[in-house]
């Protein structure tokens, strides 16, 4: 998880020094920076959760083993570093795509060698512009196409955030009550009652989780509906 920190700078970096920008793009780099801050922080009290998780009248390894997985059947920690990667290939695919029709832009421009063919480039090229500090962006009341890809990229986002928090609150939380777990291990000669310990404290590292996966679908819904009222529908 440390290497996932460390992974801040170069995202910073890259919305800072990215030669094409486009709307909200900072608005998705920094609720990428926030989830991954979050995302190390709730992480912490899951750390030794084999050793928060013990069993009565039992110093048995293997039966405390054995209960431990039938507990903790679904993944915790590995699915919530891989969703965190599937947001990030959904925020490059927009950076992909707008690096694509920057590299389009340039080409045709370069190509032009007569008046009526720098006409007919720039018609084709107008979805890219450049502003007064020599950055381009991406006008998307030019080019419905560029808004439609802008949506489906947000539409993933909110598709891979939305099975988060399935996983949150359909695999993990349910596996961290404070009612004792009565454990039916094969492996074990007898009934078995197990507890997990500072079972508040992972909980709440869940609802955070939750909180900020939450904002995200709500906030990529609400843009989802301004560009369709404003790129679409030209209100």
């Not at 989830?35 to 009290?45: E, G, K, M, N, T």
């Not at 009248?57 to 570093?81: H, S, Y």
């Not at 018609?123 to 009341?141: C, I, M, N, S, Y």
Request: aromatic share 12%; with cysteine; proline share 3%.
């Amino acid at each position: 998880m440390a290497a996932l920190v460390t992974g801040l700078i170069p995202i910073l970096r890259t919305a800072v020094d990215a030669t094409t920008t486009y709307k909200c793009r900072s608005l998705w780099f920094g609720f990428l920076c926030i989830r991954l801050v979050i995302l190390f922080l709730a992480q912490v009290p899951f750390t030794k959760l084999d050793a928060d998780f013990t069993c009565n009248g039992t110093r048995d390894n293997i039966c405390t083993k054995a209960c431990f997985n039938e507990q903790f059947q679904k993944p915790m920690l590995v699915a919530w570093n891989f969703i965190f990667l599937l947001v990030v290939i959904s925020v490059l695919l927009m950076e992909l795509f707008t690096s694509h029709l920057r590299s389009i832009a340039s080409k045709k421009s370069s190509r032009m060698k007569d008046v009526e063919l720098e006409g007919q480039g720039k018609e084709q090229a107008q979805v890219v512009a450049e502003d007064p500090r020599g950055k381009t962006f991406l006008d998307l009341h030019k080019d419905r196409s560029t808004v439609c890809i802008y949506l489906l990229s947000i539409v993933l986002r909110i598709l891979i955030e939305s099975w988060f928090l399935y996983v949150l609150l359909y695999w993990n939380l349910p596996a961290l009550s404070d009612a004792p777990y009565k454990c039916t291990a094969k492996i074990c000669l007898q009934l078995h009652v197990c507890v997990v310990r500072a079972a508040p404290e992972k909980r709440m590292s869940i609802y955070a989780l939750t909180s900020i996966s939450g904002m995200i679908i709500l906030c990529s819904v609400l843009f989802c509906m301004y560009a369709i009222a404003h790129y679409l529908c030209n209100f």
